[in-house]
């Protein structure tokens, strides 16, 4: 497959943006996905794609759960401050204020909505592992979503 033709393919594609969290012995960490889809009805279930080299792609399955942060439109640095560095390197909620959900996974503040998932299959695809989770409790306010832009990261 040719990497033009399928780069600018991909790029057609249309996402959101999201932080996936976990929270195990002790440690919360995040990152800012946009590998996220709702999968099913009935359970709700939602899936992510997180790379295999990602801190939080152990975590997730060490908790064997997880929340995905709907980002707001005004939540772009959020986006970049998750996105941009390692929970290996940094504890990336030292100075981002959160709160714990059930499954003990981060909530943040001001976002447009949040799930709360409890990890129930996850299957390799490649270099990242698809972790489907059942929303176990969700919320949303009015907050408009922030939509991805490449732009906004890759300059
Ligand atoms: C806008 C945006 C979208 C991203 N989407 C994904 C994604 O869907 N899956 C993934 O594994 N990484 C994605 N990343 C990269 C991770 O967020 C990034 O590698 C992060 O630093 C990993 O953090 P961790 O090592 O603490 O888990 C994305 C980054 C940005 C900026």
Redesign the pocket.
């Known amino acids: 497959m040719a990497k033009e033709p399928l780069a600018s393919a991909f790029g057609k594609f249309t996402?959101g943006?999201?932080v996936?969290g976990a929270r195990h012995g002790g440690r919360a960490?995040?990152?800012?996905?946009?590998?996220?889809m709702r999968v099913s009805h009935r359970p709700p279930l939602v899936a992510?794609?997180?790379?295999e080299?990602?801190?939080?792609?152990d975590?997730i399955a060490e908790a064997g759960a997880f929340s995905v942060n709907v980002l707001a439109r005004d939540q772009l640095e959020l986006?970049?401050h998750?996105?941009?560095?390692?929970?290996?390197?940094v504890d990336?909620f030292a100075e981002v204020p959160y709160r714990t959900a059930a499954t003990g996974a981060p909530i943040l503040e001001g976002v447009a909505a949040w799930l709360d998932c409890r990890l129930v299959g996850s299957f390799p695809a490649g270099d990242?592992t698809v972790f489907v989770g059942e929303v176990v409790k969700a919320w949303a306010g009015d907050k408009e979503p922030l939509r991805?832009d490449?732009r906004?990261?890759?300059g």
């Open positions: 996402y943006v999201y996936v960490n995040a990152l800012t996905c946009a590998w996220v992510v794609a997180v790379g080299t990602r801190f939080s792609h975590l986006a970049r998750f996105g941009s560095k390692s929970g290996r390197d990336k990242h991805y490449p906004d990261y890759w």
